[in-house]
């Protein structure tokens, strides 16, 4: 199970650099999978380096935390950022983007993020109890 959670730790780590850096070089390709239909233009395409940094930050802090072999604040973290996808999934909702993007794509991102989450929580939990204790 450590291995599988291994995987699934840096695969959520690395998607976001990847969704990040498509967002900063060609956000306008890059937005339609987003799941909103009309997107910014002119000044307002702001929006996608907002979108982009966050994104390859959000990857970095997960993956960094996690090199450095925090395993359980990685979890937290992990709890903790599911927040940006659930709020994605929202505002795909509230501005009239399609269901499906908004819950097969942010939905169920947040969800397999808590999933992770609870395991690396869990996994270091397990492992103190099982840890001798020294007199």
Known sequence: MRRF???LTV??????LTFG???LVAGHTAAPSFGIAEWPTGVAAGYFAVKGIRDIVLGLNLLTLFALGQRRATGILMAITALIPI????????HGGPAATALGVHGLTALVMLFDAFLLIRERQSAEVLEPVHS
């Open 21 to 23: 850096t498509q967002f």
């Open 5 to 7: 959670t291994t995987v």
């Open 11 to 16: 695969l959520l780590g690395v998607f976001p």
């Open 87 to 94: 709020t994605d999934m929202i505002t795909v909702f509230t």
